[in-house]
């Protein structure tokens, strides 16, 4: 059964974020590439498009997710006493690595925290398993609500966020949990 997808789009300090969400659950949030944009924490999060309030409201999961990622910039601390908006994700089969590790990442690396891609894949219980972790971050379609920006080298490094055009990105995200 296909689903019927409401949309928002949001401005926000890390750029443009487009959420789609069926009345199940959200589907996706995508990051805009950063190009001539650098993160800066002074912009509200508003909507862009002329998407009004009432029309994001028609979708609980939707209006939840919008919520949550209001809270999450105004102060990225407020949101661990929130619960995520539900999630609705058709890429990948429940009960699989991937989505063990992405609810892993999800409920046991709080804000502030990193991990690395060796102890997520131990987390999920094969410690062999570092690059399928990394697998696992690219099939990632709810960033920020899944978060792979906390996901780093062993080394402290960034690795590769958005296919390392999202480094700027994950950078700021880090300081902004850091920081609150």
């Known amino acids: 059964m296909e689903c019927k997808l409401f949309v928002a789009r949001l401005m926000s300090p890390i750029g443009q974020i487009t959420i789609e969400s069926c009345t199940r659950g959200v589907h ?3 990051l805009q590439e950063p190009k001539d944009f650098l993160p800066d924490g002074r912009h509200k999060v508003a909507f862009v498009d002329g998407v009004a309030e009432e029309q994001v409201n028609k979708c609980e999961p939707l209006a939840k997710c919008v919520d949550w990622i209001k809270a999450y910039f105004k ?3 407020s949101v661990r006493h929130l619960s995520l908006p539900p999630l609705h994700i058709t890429k990948y089969k429940e009960g ?3 989505a063990a590790v992405l609810h892993n990442l999800a409920t046991k690396v709080d804000i502030g925290e990193t991990v690395s891609y060796g102890q997520l894949a131990t987390m999920t219980g094969n410690a062999r398993a570092s690059r399928a972790v990394g697998g696992a971050m690219r099939a990632n379609q709810t960033p920020l609500l899944v978060p792979c920006h ?5 080394n402290g490094s960034v690795g590769n966020f958005m296919s390392g055009k999202g480094n700027v ?3 700021w995200l880090l300081e902004h949990e850091a920081t609150t």
Do not use: G, W
């Open 150 to 154: 906390r996901v780093v080298n062993s």
């Open 28 to 30: 996706r949030v995508d």
């Open 96 to 98: 699989s690595f991937t």
């Open 169 to 171: 990105l994950k950078k």
């Open 75 to 77: 102060d990225a601390s």
